[in-house]
């Protein structure tokens, strides 16, 4: 199993509408949590963080289910600006912090 | 937010040439760096985790005199692709922890290279 797992899509929505993007991950002494948005062959950069009471950054909502294993990234009215590949990122507690990426979820916005 | 710079952008290279790509911490000091991989519509794959001073480690498939990392300040981290071929091809990035803010990764703007 990899350590961390995403939906590859892609997601074709209209503009306006609401996506959501799962992530699972495997370790459970994981104790970081990003959402990183890359555009096509650029470097990626971070969207938001996740916590654990969940939150929000405009029209985007991430969201932490320690329990279960998995966050969420729900991004409303959709822009064609919002279209690239949702990396999501897990960091556990241990191993100097290495950065385990998810292979990531390729989103594309239609007029 | 922090700035790491990555250096060259884009190579071309022969066959069995060797490569280095740099990465720098240009306004703070990175104890780890980490050089990751990616192929067309693939995800980014650690490579190696670079530590100021000390060997890097690899990770597992990652042959080490291949990729060969050194580390030797708290601003700059180099990765040099040994006697590269076709199938080396890819875009490597870097990215740097501030000491301040460890959780959250910056990164190189990455370097593509393509060996002919």
């Known amino acids: 199993r990899k350590e961390v797992e995403q939906d590859p899509g892609p997601f074709n929505v209209p503009e306006g509408a609401t996506v959501a993007f799962n992530c699972t991950y495997s370790?459970?002494?994981?104790?970081?949590f990003f959402w990183y948005r890359q555009d096509c062959r650029k470097e990626p950069k971070l969207l938001m963080s996740?916590?654990?009471s969940g939150n929000e950054d405009g029209r985007f909502t991430a969201q932490l289910n320690r329990a279960s294993q998995y966050i969420s990234l729900l991004i409303r009215d959709s822009k064609l600006s919002d279209s690239a590949t949702y990396l999501c990122v897990v960091i556990p507690n241990t191993g100097g912090f290495k950065t385990i990426f998810g292979a990531g979820t390729r989103l594309f916005v239609k007029a | 937010g922090a700035v790491v710079s990555q250096h060259p952008s884009w190579v071309i290279c022969k066959s069995g040439t060797s490569v280095k790509i740099e990465c720098r911490s240009l306004?703070?000091?990175?104890?780890?760096m980490f050089w990751y991989r990616q192929f067309p519509k693939q995800s980014l794959m650690l490579m190696a985790t670079?530590?100021?001073?000390?060997?890097?480690?690899?990770e597992q498939g990652v042959e080490k005199d291949k990729f060969l990392i050194n580390h030797a300040s708290l601003t700059l981290s180099t990765l040099t692709v040994t006697s590269a071929h076709p199938e080396d091809s890819s875009f490597y990035i870097c990215?740097?922890?501030?000491?301040?803010?460890?959780?959250?990764?910056?990164f190189g703007q990455g370097t593509r290279l393509t060996v002919v």
């Open positions: 990215s740097a922890r501030d000491s301040r803010a460890p959780a959250e990764a910056f």
């Open positions: 996740v916590y654990s």
């Open positions: 670079s530590n100021e001073g000390s060997k890097a480690t690899y």
């Open positions: 370790n459970s002494a994981s104790q970081s």
């Open positions: 306004d703070f000091q990175a104890t780890t």
